[in-house]
């Protein structure tokens, strides 16, 4: 079904998800942790690289990167001005480049880019393969790219509601993305938060090396389906609905993770962790979680 895996519903999504993204939802499904952990693979502590970060949003990973590369060398691309009017905001990323773009059809010459990296956006993508034969076609020969992105949850009620949010691929197709697209020297890693337990891993970052200039081969083979962007009053209709049922799918995994985070104060998992990748409620997800338990509290009261 995969209701939000789709440009148009992807650029609404993010009209209001912008605007608690950082302070409410981001923190607990992508930490600070996480995210470092990811770029590990990315290699970037290379002198003189450049780097473009590619569904960029709000900045939260570049962040992660301009800890390495300087700001002035990173190139922010995202298909959301309103993710991205943010992230000009953030103090850390004053120097980096900014360009509104797709993904699918980045608006950068081929070999241009020493890395390319991207963060939890693959999700949205109609055309995965594309968006990771554009990632080839950017970066230099020797470049490397790293994408970050979700894995299909292992218990089928969370697989059905993540597949109707939108694209939680396995493993194996971003490996048969990443090899089609033409990269080698392919390597991965597992990322987590605390919170999460069980034996299923929650999501992976995928690092490959481009070998020579030029295009991707895969570019040539791969049909690329593009959805219509033209807005009739029933797509409109369509669209709406599609938002509304994909977010709320979207938005069952808050409280999940919240409660999962209570949890964890009870557990030792976050033992011995440096302050700053401990995984803590804000008073934001704070005031979520009482609002949550007063309305338990009421139906209980009202109807049982
Ligand atoms: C979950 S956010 C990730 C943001 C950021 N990378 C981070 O680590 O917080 C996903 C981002 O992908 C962007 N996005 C979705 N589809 C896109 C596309 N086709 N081209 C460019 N950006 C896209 C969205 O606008 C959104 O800002």
Redesign the pocket.
Known sequence: MRLIQH?KE??W??RFL?IF??KLV?PLF?TKRM?DESLELGRLNEPGIRVI??????????EGIVRHVPADKVTC????P???ARAKQKPALQACAFQL????NIPFATDEFDRYV????I????NPQQ?INEAYRVIKPGGLALM?GPLEPENALARFIANTWMLFPKEEEYLHWFREAGFQDIQVRYIKPHWVNGRGEYGISVAGVKPKAGISPAAGRVEVVEPSQKMSPGRWLQLIGRLLIGSLAGFLFIPAALFGYVRNIFSDKQKGAPEEYRERLNAYQITVLLAIGLLIGWVIYRFI
């Open positions: 440009k992807a650029y999504f993010y912008s993204y950082d981001n992508w995210r970060d590619v569904g960029s949003g709000t900045g939260f990973t570049t691309v995202d298909q959301s309103h993710q991205m773009g797709d993904a699918e991207s963060a939890g956006s999700e949205y993508w109609p968006g970050i």
